[in-house]
């Protein structure tokens, strides 16, 4: 209960000074949403077929205090249901979150609740110096399906939902030069304090070209990254790398390899027919290059920390949509693992039900060598998306 109050106390101690002037202005929005998912059973049976409803209420207060200082307070529910209960569970505490500003119930039953706050900060200008403190949405990098820069919390290439980025725990700042150009800084605070990121960036564009940089240190990996983004002709061109020196390398629950890197080249094109084409080739150093090693990667560090995804090293990523009215899209994902074969194929269309009130309905096939089954409990990967049954459903947002 201490640590649930601390962060909090200490912002609002910090925050009262300049409470004492009156608001200037008070925005509350928001959103409700259901994703509801039926899945087949895994090939190796370790996973049942079944069912689950994830149904999310966020309430986001954002309120500026003056002409200096703007808060931003967000609360989150979510309701969860799952059949088989516990096969789909609530979320875990997060590797860049020092605070405990969640509370659950009922986990693993068929039933369960966790409401948290997701977003608690204090956000200030200086002449050309923005900072800002407290619990926040932390994102870097410019490739769209999947940034190798993006590195404190990056979405899944097969998130479904990427609207609200999870808040961390973090002082930001960023310095503005040119027309354009940015230095920053950006300590993350951790779950402990081995788990601390404590990184510089920086951007600017020269003839038309973005450049980005990122440096220090990730939750007690050295690392460094750059990346590009700009044009040939109409062919937009973006490219991304990282490089890590690993953690506890071998070690249960540590990195992998000892030094690894990510990088990806991406491709964005529009045809005369209205059909947009994303193309990513993603080289993920933090997986395995063999099949036999998957079962290592998934309890590694990269994964349980969000860094990686991804099981192995090579990947062909497609992203491409259709307009075919203002109101209906047709987007899809494609993720080919270009060493063992194995693909992970979702189309999806998108109904706009209203100025606030859209439709996603989905289904994603798993295509790849089946696990070889040694007991009846132990099975030993052939291919990535292999391991994976079927599964479909819809996704229906309401913001306000």
Known sequence: ??????????????????FSSPLQEAVVSGHLKTLDLAYDKSPDSSLKSGFFS?????????????????????????LLYSD????????????????????SWKRGHRWSNQVGIDRLSLKGTINSFDWKIGRQAVGFGRIAIFSPLDIVAPFSPSALDTDTRPGVDALHGVHYF???????????FGDESDNNSYLLTFSDNHNG?????????????????????GSLGPLGVKGEISHYNGKNSGLPGGDL????????????????????????????????????????????????????????????????????????????????????????????ILFSLGDNLSLDLFYSLNFGKKPQTLTPTVSIPQSEFGTAGDSGGLLLRWYF
């Open 257 to 348: 390899h000892d030094n690894f890197a990510i990088g990806a080249l991406e491709l964005w094109y529009r045809f005369d027919s209205g059909i947009i084409m994303l193309a990513e080739y993603l080289h993920n150093g933090a997986g395995a290059e063999d099949p036999a090693d998957y079962l290592a990667a998934i309890s590694s560090a990269p994964l349980a920390e969000g860094l990686s995804f991804l099981l192995g090293q090579q990947y062909l990523l497609l992203g491409p949509s259709w307009e075919l009215h203002p109101l209906v899209t047709l987007t899809g994902l494609l993720i080919r693992n270009l060493e063992d074969d194995s693909t992970l194929l979702r189309p999806q």
């Open 54 to 78: 994830a149904n999310s209420l966020r309430i986001n207060l954002k309120t500026r205090i003056n002409d200096a200082f703007e808060f931003d307070f967000a609360l989150d529910n979510l």
């Open 1 to 18: 209960m201490i640590r649930l109050l601390l962060i909090p106390t200490l912002l609002l101690a910090t925050a009262l000074p300049v």
């Open 84 to 103: 088989p209960p516990g096969q789909v569970a609530l979320p875990t505490d997060s590797p860049n979150r020092r605070g405990d500003l969640e509370q």
């Open 209 to 229: 070209i973005d450049l980005l940089g990122i440096g220090g240190v990730l939750r007690d990996r050295e690392m460094i990254g750059l990346g590009l983004a």
């Open 178 to 188: 040119g027309l354009g150009g940015q230095i920053g800084g950006t300590l993350v």
